[in-house]
């Protein structure tokens, strides 16, 4: 039996063991046991020993160190494929003596820089509010060789396993605990399980001889990440460091942020794509130059001049301002993106995860009243238990003034229960604490006059109280046990109360006279409107499943109130038995997760994101954490806890789940713009990659400078800023919306394609306009003509390539506006006092009619292209749908 205890509460991570065992497996042993394990004794570790074993195990260091310095996260910033090349472009435009194009592209490595440290800068200060959660010193039991040992306080990062510990009132545990001696005992978990009721805790000499079903319901084990509400306590130091549990679900390989978006992963193979391209084609280009026409010092500047027209050089620029707008869109619906990229993985989001209580619910304990033995409503159950709760507040010891104690209170105070004090007029009451192994509590009500007797008055869980009720009948019994699991099925947990008569003060409580009075009814109420926000959801194309540590049926009532379709109950307990796959897959079909615990839920998520899906996780409290980490899109509500809010990514600005709705629609929307701009500017930027080298071969003289090319791909980029101030989304749509590169690729280069047929006919006029590019002015008048071409053929190809996105079939205004200034631009550069200084000459008369058919050629085909893409498009999407 130890051993199966051992492997349930084994960490996620173990050292490596020399005599004195990481895990948590003394857990299961009996006091003098674990000590024996652990080579420790109740007087604690000389310190000697602990200096050698905290050698051997390191630091108890429950969360990882700060991130890299500055220059280091620039060094990584400037190693993006984007941000790379971009560099190497500047570094080659400085050698050949470009100093305008160094600038700017320099300009635009600054900016994407800035964008990247902005954001690894979030992540650092939400790991900085994490570490505020963790305690800084602890009471430790050391001794000096063989003296008595001294209770000295030191930092936590100084505990190892076998250290002795002690804990009072209001200290966070520093480690996993196994009790030695405990005196009223009572825990917050919340951090760890997400369970808002406090626990008690007792120093069993021997645990029972069944594990529990989770590691934290176990009497005699406390864990790092918990805080001592009441009572004291002596323990054993069982793991430390990353080999508690807190450690484990937040050490730094489970950190989602450290990973790429949807958007930055087709931006990253995007880059790729042209650098390879690059590698390839240009070499290639110069090489068969070379041959045609021999070395000369101006391939060099060509060679450049081909890189940088294959390079969008705001690529970072407009996809951050696109992704703003979605952000600023959020903001105006009361949500917060605290990251840029949220908004692409919003788009593409089709799982979402849930965690119950006070983001479905409110969180608070709803009491609905007295029930008598046949389910009948009464309402002394609900009196009695009220007059014992308010025992509790008047004995004045904190930890008992429970939240359910306060519901009792105030629900049978606004039902006029207690207006009439009666038995409890007067006297002093015993209270009776609850027991976590009897599961009940109680107190001894008593009046000063007339002689009545005490009475004892007892509420718990329904199972220990009848125990107490030795006078109850088998029927009774029977019927009352069948009445709890039938309001269980109907979401609802009942607290049986019991009444006796005690003898005369000084006497023991007597608990033989018990009698069963009846139950009171309670619910966790589901939030209003939480219903009608995940059918949307649904609607949408997410598949929705709930992650919570509560109880598996009231979970599942909560599920039916809501609508949520729940295909299978998975309990935590069986995850262990379950494949990574088959977690996945449940997840995907809407399985209900219960009685999971923080890294559990963690689990869930990592193993959806491995099945290939894009996962928000909603939650509220600290045992959040680790699944929101594990997120692609972590969500939470107001009333979160600091480190729940700090590693979220969005905010809901209230408790209305309708924003999530709200927040999908603008990522779907915000995605979908993203993939206009990269088709149109990889197509676009592809076409006259692949013409300037045509050009390289066939012209006696560079196709276009370096900084023609420059000028020209930025007034391109700037008219796709356009994307980011268009209209506003109405709903989410029906799926989400994904940056797919195979789709991206056969686009860029069937439209790049159609690009180079108009600039290789732009080649066939200059020639004959220039008589076979003779005279002085012809090299500068080729290259007007060609940059006035590229700037008219763009500005068709946007207006009517964005509607092939799935953004909108119609551009709207502020894209055909940008489109118009980019055509006017294109006309009137070349023309400007400072053209001729970047190597432009007039036109001739004769070369406008031939440049304008060039163009309208152009824009029949691309027109005749666009309908042959939209019926392919079709036919895949039913093609889909029948498969």
Known sequence: MAERAAHQLRPARSRPDD??????????????QALRSLDSTPRGLSEQEAEDRLARYGENTVLPEPGPGRLRRIRTALADPFTALLTGLAAVCALIGSWGSTAILGALVAAACALRL???????SALTA????????????????????????LPIEQLVPGDVVRLTAGDAVPADLRLLRAEGLMLDQSALTGESEPVHRAAVDLPPPAAAPSPFEEPHLCFAGSTVITGSATALVLATGTDTRFGAAHRPGRVRHSGRSAVERGVRRAARAMIIFMAAAVPATVAADTLLHGWSASLLPFAVAAAVGLTPELLPLVISAVLARGSAGLRRDGLVARRLPVI???GALDVLCLDKTGTLTSGETAVLGGLDLAGEPDQEP???????????????????AAPLDEALLVTADQAGLLDDPGPAAGGTPVVLPFDPVRRYAGAVLSVCDGGHPRLLVVKGAPEAVLDCCPGLPEEQRAAALA???RQAAAGQRLLAVALAEQPRLGTAVDFSGLRLLGFVALRDEPLAGAAAALAELSGAGVALTVLTGDHPSTALRLCEQLGLAVDRVVAGSELAGLTEAEVAAAAARGALFARCDPEQKAAVVRALRRAGHTVGFLGDGVNDVPALRAADVGFTTPGAVGAARAWADVLLGGTDLARLGRALAAGREGVARVAAYLRIALSCNLGNAISMLAGGVLLPFLPMLPAQVLLQNVCFD???????????????GSRPVRLRWGALAVFAVGFGLLNSVADVALFVVM???TGGFAGPDAEGMFHTAWFTENLLTQALALPALYGLTGARLRPPRPVWCAAAALAVLGVLLPELPFGAHLGFAALPVGAVVPLALVVLGYGVLLLAARRLWRLLAIWDGRRQQAG
Not at 382 to 400: F, I, M, Q, T, Y
Not at 718 to 732: E, I, K, M, W, Y
């Open 118 to 124: 902005a954001d690894e800068h979030r992540a650092a």
């Open 130 to 153: 994490l570490r505020a959660l963790v305690p800084t010193t602890a009471t430790v039991l050391r001794r000096a060789g063989e003296a008595e040992p001294l209770a000295r306080e």
């Open 382 to 400: 609900l009196r009695w238990a009220a007059l014992a709760a308010e025992a509790a507040l008047l004995a004045g010891d904190p930890g008992l």
């Open 767 to 769: 020639r004959r306009v």
């Open 344 to 346: 692409g993985e919003l």
């Open 483 to 485: 009445l709890v699991e």
């Open 19 to 32: 005599g004195v065992p990481a895990a948590l497996g003394p857990a299961r042993l009996s006091r003098l």
């Open 718 to 732: 700037a008219a796709q800023l356009s994307f980011a101030v268009s209209g506003r989304a109405t709903g989410p």
